[in-house]
């Protein structure tokens, strides 16, 4: 079992920044890749940005040139570093872990922008 504590989420203006941490803890052995999914009311929950376990990173089009992700290995911490904050960046942002198929959830971070 992987558990998944998110910590970073808030209330910002547009334009602003946060910064989203997820510490991994438990059988973090053979974590393939970890990121971030995002849900907003009434919509899907979609895919924000992932990181592997080589390093290479993949994101959603609308937050590319304005989120980066990047790991600590050695805390086995991920970091979501979030610039020009838009209100469509609303929501509530989920770490996520996969290890061997299984896909593992942290409990989420309330992320709220206003205009």
């Known amino acids: 079992q992987v558990q998944l504590v998110e910590s970073g989420g808030g209330l910002v203006q547009a334009g602003g920044s946060l910064r989203l941490s997820c510490a991994a803890s438990?059988?973090?052995?053979?974590?393939?890749?970890m990121g971030w999914y995002r849900q907003a009311p009434g919509r899907q929950r979609e895919l924000v940005a992932l990181?592997?376990?080589?390093?290479?990173?993949n994101y959603a089009d609308s937050v590319k040139g304005r989120f980066t992700i990047s790991r600590d290995s050695a805390k086995s911490t991920v970091y979501l570093q979030m610039n020009m904050l838009e209100p469509d960046d609303t929501a509530v942002y989920y770490c996520?872990?996969?290890?061997?198929?299984?896909?593992?959830w942290g409990q989420g971070t309330q992320v709220t922008v206003s205009s």
């Open positions: 996520y872990a996969n290890r061997y198929g299984h896909n593992y």
């Open positions: 438990g059988s973090i052995f053979s974590i393939n890749r």
């Open positions: 990181i592997t376990s080589d390093g290479s990173t």
